[in-house]
């Protein structure tokens, strides 16, 4: 059973940057190597959405209103994915949740609130 813990969520001025992070447990760093990793939002009253994806090989996948100022990467030795976020807008204002998906399942983190402020 993968367990993940987000963390380095806060409030934040617009232009502002949060390094978010999401840390598995668990599993060991070899079946963590096999999870594609996810960062996925929701603002209130909104439906979770999308942020960004890496997946097994390192490929990259990210949200139209993120490009350019979010980075996701991952460290499988210390089963962990990161979010750097850039240049924060108010409408980045969400509870971020990560994500590890294998095919027919995922599991989630509890999420962390990220607040940017105008």
């Known amino acids: 059973q993968v367990q993940l813990v987000e963390s380095g969520g806060g409030l934040v001025q617009s232009g502002g940057s949060l390094s978010l992070s999401c840390a598995a447990s668990?599993?060991?760093?070899?079946?963590?190597?096999?999870?594609?990793m996810g960062w996925y939002r929701q603002a209130p009253g909104k439906q979770r959405e999308l942020v960004a994806t890496?997946?097994?090989?390192?490929?990259?996948n990210y949200a139209d209103s993120v490009k350019g100022r979010f980075t996701i990467s991952r460290d499988n030795a210390k089963k962990t994915v990161y979010l750097q976020m850039n240049s924060l807008k108010p409408e980045d204002t969400a509870v971020y949740y990560c994500?590890?998906?294998?095919?027919?399942?995922?599991?989630w983190g509890q999420g962390t609130q990220v607040i940017v402020s105008s």
């Open positions: 994500d590890a998906h294998i095919p027919n399942r995922d599991y």
């Open positions: 890496i997946s097994v090989g390192g490929s990259t």
């Open positions: 668990g599993i060991s760093g070899i079946i963590f190597r096999i999870y594609a």
